[in-house]
């Protein structure tokens, strides 16, 4: 609307150039005293393009239900307490000899040791065990025990009669168990020699221990 009052005004204004100052044509004045101007509506919010809201943040991710705590590693059972030579004697006094091996064994501890400590009887029969792995001496257990010169209760490769129902030989065929079975450890590791204390062989090894009425060496 604007534009055509100001073409309108425009036309008068040439009009009155070319036909002389004195026409007087329509008042412009009037026309714009009285022609309303267009009022400049606001576009109605809803029409108005708008940048999204932005929405909440997503969701936290569910979290996991917490872990259920670790069972703990069950307590190891406590090693059970080494028995003592007097108590494994005991286990195993009714052990019967299994082999000529055993019986040999059981043989050298009752001649040579029945009256000594548990654990002097126990030193024997590892000096005669000892000496079957060392390379030196015969590799059984007989071998050693009836070597010539090495057992004086040894006579013509035999042993003297045994009482067999006595406490002694029971204890005797027990010692020889645990020996063999390493159940139990005596009182002269590695050693290979022993003699009676009432003896002086002037041997240059190395002793080890001395338990009840004998020496041993290495």
């Excluded at 708008?50 to 943040?57: D, F, K």
């Excluded at 006094?93 to 501890?109: F, P, Q």
């Excluded at 065990?129 to 090495?150: A, D, M």
Aim: glycine fraction near 8%.
């Amino acid at each position: 609307m604007i534009r055509l009052i100001r073409a309108a005004a425009f036309a008068a204004a040439s009009f009155a150039a070319v036909f002389g100052a004195g026409y007087a044509g329509p008042s412009l004045a009037w026309e714009l005293t009285q022609a309303p101007l267009p009022t400049v509506l606001s576009a109605p919010t809803d029409d108005i393009a708008t940048e999204p809201s932005p929405l909440g943040a997503p969701p936290a991710a569910a979290s996991a239900p917490p872990a259920a705590p670790a069972a703990s590693a069950p307590a190891e059972a406590p090693a059970p307490a080494p028995r003592n030579l007097a108590a494994l004697v005991a286990d195993h006094s009714s052990v019967r000899t299994a082999d000529a091996e055993h019986e040999c064994l059981a043989g050298a501890v009752y001649f040579e040791a029945k009256g000594e400590p548990l654990r002097g009887q126990l030193s024997v029969a590892e000096v005669i065990l000892n000496r079957t792995r060392s390379g030196r001496f015969p590799r059984s257990i007989c071998g050693v025990v009836k070597q010539r010169g090495q057992f004086s209760f040894v006579r013509g490769g035999r042993f003297p009669a045994i009482a067999r129902g006595s406490l002694a030989w029971k204890r005797a065929v027990a010692i020889a168990h645990i020996a063999r079975e390493a159940l139990a450890d005596g009182a002269a590791p590695r050693a290979l020699f022993f003699h009676a204390r009432r003896v002086r062989p002037g041997w240059k090894l190395t002793r080890i221990a001395a338990v009840g009425n004998h020496i041993f060496y290495r």
